[in-house]
Structures are given as structure tokens and as C-alpha cells.
């Protein structure tokens, strides 16, 4: 399967631990999205990846977030102390940097925070 | 910054039959794209179609047509002779490509129910 992947696809975790989600992007692709989904709303951009890059992030990114993406590939998103706030799907997208270029989703991590 | 709003949270129609889902958004940015995602129940966004905003002409895929009215900053989604299959979240989301990152902002979505 050549399409965007992410593990895990559920995460039920206790207030104030350390979660960190992955994304697989499709291969060729040079750009790597995060955002996050609640229930009933819109996906929300929450930051993006040119190769190794982090170029930009959104201010609902706290402190407690960081995203990694080592060797341009994988990308990792961590969120420290989680807050019952963070309940949400973590959706992931990768694309090329092309004006326009379709981005492909992911399945998403659906966390619960207790 | 820019806004996408759907204003229909749901919208149901009979198998077989036409259906609009309704889009506005709001941009001071001249170039850009609008894209109608769909979300199936527990599966992942598949993008539905696409439409540069400097093509005065309405982008069609199968089924699917777009109605896009730059001025009156519109974008609506047609989808004909509706299938079982269609039921989703559709979202409507706006890509600018101005800043470089071409983010997407999304509307909050519309849940399709298709009836047999």
C-alpha cells in the first residue's frame, strides 16, 4: 500500500502523560501536514514540513507539541502532559510541493485523554 | 485570515437523485484553490475535486461538479444521480498558495445522508 499511514490508530492515555503519534507519508512526497480534527468541526492545520524542514506552525500548537520529521521521511508528533483539550484525531497529509497539488490523508490517531 | 463556512450541517437526498452542498469562504488573496474533501464514517479524506481559482471555467469529475463564483466568493458542490456510496462528511476546504505552505482551512463540514 502506497498511501499515507499512521500508527497508532488509537491512543487512550491518562492526564499528564507524554503521547507521540507517527506518520508515514507516501514516499515521494516532499511535504508532510498535521492537523487536528474535533468532533464536529473541520480539520484544524496545526503544522507543516518541507523535507527536514518545519516550516510552519499554527498558534494552536501550545508548548507541549513538538513535530519531528528526521531525514525528510517519517514524521512524528509528541504532545507533553496531555490535557483533556487534546482529545482529538491527529490527522497526517503529505504532498508535493507543486501550487495546488492534492494532499493525501491519512486515517488519522484518535486520542482520548482520561 | 481566511474562513471556509458551510452552512448546511446536514443535507439528505434519495438515491439517485441531485444534491448542492453550499460553500462560501473569505480570502484578500486573488490566487488560489478550493477543494471539496469527502470523509466516509471511520475512513480516511479522499479529495473529491479541485478548482484553481484563476479557471473561470467549473471543474467536473464524473458525478461531480463544481459551481465556483469568484466574485461572490462561492464554491459549491453538485454531486448527481447520488449513490448509497456518497454518504459522508463532505468537507469544503481553501488552499492558498501565497504564504507556501498551501495549509488547507476547512469549513466545519456537511454529513450526506443518501436514501434508497
Known amino acids: 500500500d502506497t498511501g499515507v499511514s499512521q500508527d497508532p490508530r488509537h491512543k487512550i492515555t491518562k492526564r499528564g502523560q507524554n503521547v507521540t503519534f507517527r506518520c508515514d507519508p507516501i514516499s515521494e512526497h516532499n511535504r508532510l501536514y498535521w492537523y487536528r480534527q474535533t468532533l464536529g468541526q473541520g480539520p484544524e492545520f496545526l503544522t507543516y514540513f518541507q523535507n527536514e524542514a518545519q516550516l510552519e506552525k499554527s498558534r494552536l500548537l501550545s508548548d507541549r507539541f513538538s513535530a519531528e520529521r528526521p531525514k525528510g521521511s517519517f514524521s512524528t508528533l509528541e504532545i507533553q502532559r496531555t490535557e483533556q483539550g487534546d482529545s482529538a484525531m491527529y490527522l497526517c497529509a503529505s504532498s508535493l510541493a507543486l501550487a495546488g497539488y492534492e494532499q493525501f490523508f491519512g486515517p488519522g490517531t484518535r486520542l482520548t485523554v482520561l | 485570515a481566511q474562513t471556509v463556512t458551510q452552512s448546511q450541517p446536514e443535507m439528505s437526498v434519495q438515491e439517485a437523485e441531485t444534491v448542492t452542498l453550499s460553500c462560501t469562504y473569505d480570502t484578500s488573496e486573488s490566487d488560489y484553490y478550493l477543494f471539496w474533501y469527502k470523509q466516509p464514517p471511520s475512513r480516511q479524506m479522499i479529495l473529491v475535486i479541485r478548482q484553481e481559482a484563476y479557471k473561470q471555467q467549473n471543474a467536473t469529475e464524473n458525478r461531480f461538479s463544481v459551481n465556483f463564483q469568484k466574485a461572490a466568493k462561492s464554491f459549491s458542490l453538485k454531486i448527481s444521480d447520488s449513490q448509497l456510496g456518497d454518504a459522508a462528511m463532505y468537507f469544503c476546504?481553501?488552499?492558498?498558495?501565497?504564504?507556501?505552505?498551501?495549509?488547507?482551512?476547512f469549513g466545519k463540514g456537511t454529513k450526506l445522508t443518501v436514501n434508497p
Open positions: 476546504a481553501y488552499g492558498g498558495i501565497q504564504g507556501g505552505s498551501e495549509k488547507l482551512v
